[in-house]
Nanobody, 129 residues
Framework: QLQLVESGGGLVQPGGSLRLSCAAS????????IGWFRQAPGKEREGVSC????????NYVDSVKGRFIISRDNVEKTVYLQMNSLKPEDTGVYYC??????????????????????WGQGTQVTVSS
């Protein structure tokens, strides 16, 4: 069974940091683009960041540029999202997703969510004092 499992969410004060992990099971990350998404209460799910599988090229939504860093460890089959200088508006459920795309290694964060075939269950991030 192909699965993604997120972890690392929690409650943090504004200005704090969290590191989310997205672990794959049942498959390797070869030829997969991995994306992180979030859904705030009452809002649609949005793309936050993604990472390709050649050269680990990354892409970010404007609101997190300079604060979030996405990385991948193909040996550990895990993708990370380091979130720094967190703001209350970063609150939401964070999901990771995988898109198997052997002919297109570069990702864009505003690509349609429908292209992703495998989704995790999400992890809650709450930024509040």
């Amino acid at each position: 069974q192909l699965q993604l499992v997120e972890s690392g969410g929690g409650l943090v004060q504004p200005g704090g940091s969290l590191r989310l992990s997205c672990a794959a099971s049942g498959f390797t990350l070869d030829y997969y683009i991995i994306g992180w998404f979030r859904q705030a209460p009452g809002k649609e799910r949005e793309g936050v960041s993604c990472i390709g599988y050649i050269g680990s090229r990354t892409n970010y939504v404007d609101s997190v540029k300079g604060r979030f860093i996405i990385s991948r460890d193909n040996v550990e089959k895990t993708v990370y999202l380091q979130m720094n200088s967190l703001k209350p508006e970063d609150t939401g459920v964070y999901y990771c997703a995988a898109d198997w795309t052997p002919h297109s290694p570069i990702c864009t964060v505003d690509a349609g969510q429908g292209r992703y075939q495998i989704w995790g269950q999400g992890t809650q991030v709450t930024v509040s004092s």
